[in-house]
């Protein structure tokens, strides 16, 4: 059993940047694979990276990658989303989730825990 929550959200300007982080209590952090998924106004919610256990391996979707990079500290129980270069489309509601599976998830369905998200906007 893991409990996560989001923070970090804000408004921020065309080509600005923003770290997100996701905490995690009860179980360690490092028993779950991560990852962070957004859903922005009228679409639906969609993957954006994910995290393995040991932070080991990382994969991203095609319209975040070199931009967006996921990080882990599992001695404070934190994954992190470092957004970069941030453009008008990354608006959305940005959500942490937790799987117990082995290697990366991709399908929100392969996580078994959620956060409530945090709203990042960006303003052009």
Not at 31 to 47: A, D, I, T, V
Not at 60 to 88: C, E, W
Not at 96 to 114: E, H, K, Q, S, V
Request: some cysteine.
């Amino acid at each position: 059993q893991v409990q996560l929550a989001e923070s970090g959200g804000g408004v921020v300007q065309a080509g600005g940047s923003l770290r997100l982080s996701c905490a995690a209590s009860g179980r360690t952090a490092s028993s779950y694979g991560m990852g962070w998924f957004r859903q922005g106004p009228g679409k639906e919610r969609e993957f954006v990276g994910g995290i393995s256990r040991s932070g080991s391996s990382t994969d991203y979707a095609d319209s975040v990658k070199g931009r967006f990079t996921i990080t882990r500290d599992n001695a404070k129980n934190t994954v992190y989303l470092q957004m970069n270069s941030l453009k008008p489309e990354d608006t959305a509601v940005y959500y942490c989730a937790a799987r117990g599976g082995f290697g990366l998830g991709y399908g929100a369905r392969t996580y078994d825990y959620w956060g409530q998200g945090t709203q990042v906007t960006v303003s052009s």
